[in-house]
Every structure is written in structure tokens, then in C-alpha cells.
């Protein structure tokens, strides 16, 4: 169909939605695929955010006021599980679908990424997040963290890492700790040893403390794969106070238990 349309011209399809699909969402989502293709080697600042003074942007963006944006969203949604598994046909659809958008619609396109979460479309995922990063939009650790797990669960555990590299590693006195915490994860199941050591002393290097053992214990698993067994023995050493003091935890609410059983078998002899 958007074939099709090419073949008519934006001129013409244009003319049609004026006259008669004002309100019609497909056409208007089948004709800004048109304009997005013909302005495809534009950054969207110049193909889709002109000063909207002209003529064309006021009918484009008062048609596109006519549908709700629950319906937009939907819509997005549906047709990229449509799509065939291209990155010009997603980034395509995705030009086409803010260019009715007077603003870049971070919010819808953060419903849109929860969507396709729960429909498990990691790859799908992984293309809207990086389409997005190409606009200089949604650069945030919130979004680096999505992309890091869509990663991770589309297989791409190299990738992963270059893109740690790139955006994340440089800043480690700043990286949330669940953050470090999942590529340390990404690191022991993909047995990427090396580099997961190196992300951990990364972290001390900054005084960074983890703040729970299964991260020590990685760690120490990592160092015994790789046979350097005193280094593994330091390091349970210094972090010997995480897994005494869960022991403690433990220990305390098995005796609070026990105590509540005992005071009701108490009460039943009386």
C-alpha cells in the first residue's frame, strides 16, 4: 500500500486527505509514510520540525489534532508488529508517525516500548529505542537501561557491551548500581569474565560499594573461572560483612518465627 501510494505522489494523496479523510487516520498515517520517504535523507529537524509557518505543516498537524492519542499509539503499536524485520520500513513508519506531531512525542513512544515489553518483541524494541537515540532524543540511564535489557534478551550481549562502552562506562561514579548491577549479569551469563571484573573494579575505583552479595558473588565466580583464586579469596574478604550480616537477617526473623509458634503452643496447653 505505501508502494502504491508512491507510485500516486504526495501531491495527490494530499489533495485526497484535504477533501475528504480529514479525519481518517490511516490515510493520514499512509500519507506522512509518503512525505517521510521523500524526505528520508533529512534529519527529522529539517523533515518533520519546520517552523510551522507554513501552510502544509498548519493542515498536516490540525489533522493530526483530530486523532486521539490513544488511537496514535495504537496504531503505531500494531503496525510495527506488522513490519517486516527491516530497520528502513521501522525507522520509516516511525518518521511518518511523529511527523503529525508538533513536538517529539517521548511519552507515547515510552508507551509504545511497554507495549512491545509485554509482547516480548525484543528486536522490535531494540530498533525504536535506537531510532530514537538517532533523533538526540530519550538520552537518559532510564533509556540506556531498556535498551541494555532488550539487548541482553534479543541475544546481543556484544552489542550490549559496545554500547556500555559508548554511553554508560565512561561515568561509572554515576551509573545507578541496578544498572551496573544487570551488565555485570549480562557479563556472568555470557561469559565475558574479563570484562566483568573490569566493570567491578571500575566501580571501586570510585569507592562504589555493592550493596548486595549475589554481586560480590558473581564477581568471586568470575575470579575462580579464571583461576585467580587469591583475588577471589581477597575480595570475599572485604565484602565478608554482606553475607554475614544476611546471614543475621535470616537468623533473627527464624527466631521471631520460632518464638510466635512457641508462644501459641503455650497458649493451647493453658
Known sequence: MIGHLRRIGVGRVQTLLNSSYKTTMEVQILTSKTHSAANAALPLSQAVYHDGKS???????????????????????TTLLDLNDSKDAVYGALDAWVAWE???????????LIALEKEQQWHRIVQVIKWMLSKGQGTTMATYAQLIRALDMDHRAKEAHEFWLKKIGRDLHSVPWKLCNSMITIYYRNNMLENLIKLFKGLEAFDRKPPEKS?????ADAYEMLGLLEEKGRLLEKYNHLFIETGKGWNKNFRVVSSKKNNKSDERKI
Do not use: C, H, M, T
Request: glycine fraction near 2%; avoid cysteine.
Open 55 to 77: 501552510e502544509q505543516n498548519l493542515r498536516r498537524n490540525q489533522i493530526g489534532d483530530n486523532v486521539s492519542k490513544k488511537d496514535k499509539i495504537k496504531f503505531l503499536i
Open 102 to 112: 508538533q513536538k517529539f512525542p517521548i511519552a507515547s513512544i515510552k508507551q509504545v
Open 215 to 219: 554481586i560480590v558473588q558473581k564477581v
